[in-house]
């Protein structure tokens, strides 16, 4: 029936759901009976560690005066970070820090779904002394990118980088670069986008932006247009803050989702596609990315220890050039 069972240490309860509450959704029961967030409730739901009526429930289940609801918490299980030797690209490092370029599909750090293969995994594997630097599951890193987001990523090998390069991140001294494919032409050459962002209120996986009083967090991304290509613009996004999927929400608040983005939107189809030629080469190229075409492409510090300013570039991954090429050779089949 349920997964596990609960220690002596742990939450748990037996609860009826009393005539006030029904038609109130089970996550949201279950959340306040065991005192835990409404994310941690659903999480209990779908894996079976809370039942309605001795039977799994979706979260979404709008209880009834009566149903009997239990449930437990589980005790957290200590995580560990694992060495691997899995291949970094290192485009600088030094006794104080090191800079990656990371590619497509690698998780920063582990999370549930991800507890291995990850950046933090391979960064320990290829400098032990990173172990214990701004905590066991992400030994010194200062900043993160997405899963499917490729590009320049800082790590500290020390307490004293770690800490410098993070103030540097928010005061907005340290510059942060990425090159973006979006759908369509934007109606500015520069523009300055300032919406706040919080977690979608509508789906718990994403992020949008929140006018709501207190709901959302400030949230500035200055977009310049590098590039017309025919259905799509190639993009420079830098960021004044550091938000979860900022670029990407950004950029689908405004009507322009990244290309490739399964989350916002960005997901289209080539129109002529069908027809063959540069649209349907395109469109393979869009298909073959596998997830967002946004690129971490710069990224400038000033020293931990020296002071020295140092600045990196990125070249483009190879899936997303191909996919530029196409795009260039669309938008030149429709010029006259």
């Known amino acids: 029936m349920r997964q596990g069972a609960p220690d002596d240490n742990a939450k748990a309860g037996h609860w009826t759901v009393p005539p006030d509450s029904d038609q109130e959704r089970a996550d949201v029961f279950l959340a306040r009976a065991l005192g835990v967030s409404r994310a941690e409730a659903q999480r209990l739901l779908e894996s079976r560690a809370a039942m309605v009526n001795g039977a799994p429930s979706r979260p979404s289940r709008r209880l009834r005066a009566g149903d009997a609801v239990e449930g437990f918490v589980p005790e957290p299980v200590e995580a560990r970070?694992?060495?691997?030797?899995?291949a970094l690209q290192v485009v600088y490092e030094d006794a104080d820090l090191m800079v990656v370029d990371k590619p497509r599909g690698m998780v920063v750090h582990p999370a549930p779904g991800n507890p291995t293969g990850t950046l933090a995994n391979a960064a320990l594997a290829h400098a032990a002394d990173l172990?214990?630097?701004?905590?066991?599951?992400?030994?010194?890193?200062?900043?993160?990118?997405?899963?499917d987001t490729t590009g320049l990523l800082v790590i500290a090998k020390s307490d004293a980088a770690l800490a410098s390069l993070q103030r540097q991140i928010q005061e907005r001294t340290a510059r942060r670069v990425y090159w973006a494919l979006v759908w369509g032409q934007p109606r500015f050459e520069e523009a300055l986008v300032e919406a706040p962002?919080?977690?979608?209120?509508?789906?718990?996986?994403?992020?949008a932006v929140v006018t709501q009083a207190g709901?959302?967090?400030?949230?500035?991304?200055?977009?310049?247009?590098?590039?017309?290509?025919?259905?799509?613009?190639l993009l420079e996004a830098r960021l004044r803050t550091g938000r979860t999927h900022q670029i990407r929400v950004h950029c689908a608040h405004i009507g322009h989702p990244v290309v490739g983005d399964p989350l916002y939107g960005g997901q289209r189809r080539f129109p002529g596609a069908r027809r063959g030629g540069a649209a349907a080469r395109a469109a393979e190229a869009a298909e073959a990315l596998g997830g967002q075409a946004l690129h971490a492409r710069e990224l400038s510090f000033d020293h931990p220890r020296t002071g020295e300013r140092l600045r990196f570039e990125a070249p483009l991954p190879p899936d997303m050039t191909a996919l530029l090429d196409a795009l260039r050779a669309l938008a030149a089949e429709g010029e006259p």
């Open 197 to 207: 962002i919080g977690r979608s209120p509508a789906d718990r996986k994403k992020m």
């Open 81 to 86: 970070l694992v060495p691997e030797a899995i």
């Open 215 to 233: 709901r959302g967090r400030p949230a500035l991304t200055d977009l310049r247009v590098l590039e017309r290509l025919g259905p799509c613009a």
């Open 131 to 147: 172990a214990g630097i701004g905590g066991e599951l992400r030994p010194g890193i200062v900043h993160r990118l997405d899963k």
